[in-house]
């Protein structure tokens, strides 16, 4: 529950920041207005930590440039079509703080290209009502400075919003997401990270305008999943984007997760899976790596691990269901999803693998694996094996006790088997005990084929076997080649 008294008294400590005085006084010197706007005030009146600065002014960005320069380390242009410059400001009560500084300003799509029109003003109050929800439209004026000292600026309702707990866009949301479809994106992400409703005339417009997305471009559609990906608890975000339809336009995968249940053939509702292992899986992020950056790449991963159950499901005789090789036609699906979606290289492949490798463990659940089993469960996880462990115990959301035990159980096995072969073998390195140049000069051959065949050869015995030494290693080499002869 927000306390205005509590929420004042924090906003004026947030124009009092070394930073914000600074910038104040600097702007109200030149003859320019200055606000901190958005996030910042929002966060200070909710009592949230504020990790950015973000201001806005009449000034334009040359002079913003030339305002800044004599108080700053560092000037950049984040964006000076758009009226956005950046700065690195000195804090004496702490490190360096980045800023950014934007003209009054309004965006609009022309309804066929994929970047937003800009057009600048001078009023506070325009600026405001042009941004995506009121309670991100309010201010926090610091220059010109008046005799009651800074002012909050709230002209859509922002602070009732924030009292009622409901996001709600501060003009028509029709125009409003007309302006920019990506809000109804973020009214997804802000509903996670504040734990918000979306209010219902702006969650209908969503229903109906979900198609326009497709003008925003794919690099700015991942930027907001990721932001989802990246809160506390991205569950609700998610809900809001498969029940108003919007994820249809960008990860259909997800909401063809609610199959169709059968009333013959029984099976879990995979969606409401997912999104357990996606809460299991951050839980279990947090309590084995605390204090680290959000996972964006395992929370994708475990949000997306079931995507190829529709695909492959498949009604048995007497009521059953299997979904043969989900794992190897969703790491597929993921991959191409995320392509489209302009994810790097390193977090798509990170996900694709995830998803390929999250079945193997409950093979060993089933018995026990030999040494050998364990080395290739390693080898094939490479780096990702510690996402893999929490992937895969998150993935287990059964009621049942005791299954859930034996299952707990089980993989506390395989992490402690896993933890005794690193000690023993270099786990995380496997690697034939002979390399390449030693094979040539074994062998008597040159470089080629068989070389790799050879290397293929002596690793399937270093997994198989683990580590039986050179001498030995190199005699079944001489007798393996024999063989060929």
Do not use: C
């Not at 000076?80 to 400001?89: E, K, S, W």
């Not at 659940?365 to 510690?386: C, H, I, L, Q």
């Not at 000690?423 to 790799?452: C, F, H, T």
């Not at 270093?462 to 005699?475: C, F, K, P, T, W």
């Amino acid at each position: 529950m927000l306390n205005m008294a509590e929420g004042l008294s924090r906003l004026g400590a947030l124009a009092a920041h070394p930073v914000v005085a600074s910038l104040a006084t600097a702007f109200a010197d030149a003859g320019f207005e200055l606000a901190v706007v958005g996030g910042p005030v929002r966060d200070a009146l909710l009592g949230r930590p504020t990790h950015d600065l973000d201001f806005t002014t009449n000034a334009r960005p040359d002079d913003i440039l030339r305002i800044v320069k004599p108080i700053s380390t560092t000037q950049w242009d984040i964006g000076r079509a758009f009226g956005t410059i950046g700065a690195r400001m000195q804090n004496p009560d702490g490190p360096p703080e980045q800023v950014e500084i934007t003209t009054y300003r309004a965006d609009s799509y022309d309804g066929r290209t994929r970047k937003p029109v800009v057009e600048f003003g001078d009023s506070i109050d325009g600026d405001l009502q042009r941004r995506d929800f009121t309670v991100n439209a309010m201010a926090l004026q610091v220059a010109p400075p008046s005799a009651q000292g800074p002012k909050l600026v709230d002209p859509t309702g922002g602070v009732e919003d924030l009292v009622a707990g409901i996001l709600r866009t501060p003009i028509d949301p029709d125009v409003s997401f007309g302006d920019d479809p990506l809000r109804m994106l973020r009214a997804a992400r802000f509903s996670a990270q504040l734990d918000f409703a979306v209010e219902e005339g702006t969650f209908a417009a969503i229903e109906r305008l979900r198609g326009t997305l497709k003008i925003v471009s794919p690099e700015r559609i991942q930027g907001e999943i990721v932001r989802l990906m990246q809160t506390d608890d991205p569950i609700r975000g998610i809900r809001v984007l498969v029940d108003s339809g919007l994820i249809e336009e960008f990860l259909p995968e997800v909401s063809a997760l609610r199959l169709e249940v059968d009333e013959h053939h029984h099976h879990k509702d995979v969606y409401e899976h997912s999104l357990t292992v996606v809460r299991q899986a951050i839980a279990l992020e947090k309590q084995r790596n605390p204090g680290a950056e959000p996972d964006v790449a395992l929370r994708i991963a475990a949000l997306l691990h079931d995507i190829g159950k529709p695909r492959t499901r498949k009604l048995e005789a007497g009521g059953g269901v299997t979904f043969h090789h989900h794992d190897v036609v969703g790491s597929r699906m993921a991959r191409k999803r995320l392509q489209a979606l302009r994810f790097d290289g390193d977090t798509t492949d990170a996900v694709a693998k995830l998803i390929e490798l999250h079945l193997r463990f409950f093979g060993y659940a089933e018995g026990a694996w030999t040494d050998s089993a364990v080395r290739r469960y390693v080898r094939d996880a490479g780096d990702m094996v510690e996402r893999l462990h929490i992937l895969v115990r998150a993935d287990v959301t059964t009621r049942n006790k005791r299954k859930a035990a034996r299952l707990a159980g089980a993989y506390d096995d395989i992490e402690h088997r896993i933890v005794e072969l690193r000690e023993q073998e270099e786990l995380d390195s496997i690697r034939p005990e002979l390399d390449g140049n030693e094979i040539q000069q074994i062998l008597g051959i040159a470089p080629g084929r068989e070389v790799g065949e050879a290397y293929r050869y002596l690793l399937d015995i270093r997994l198989d076997e683990g580590v039986i030494g050179s001498d030995a290693a190199a005699q079944r080499l001489r007798d393996w080649w024999a063989a060929r002869a």
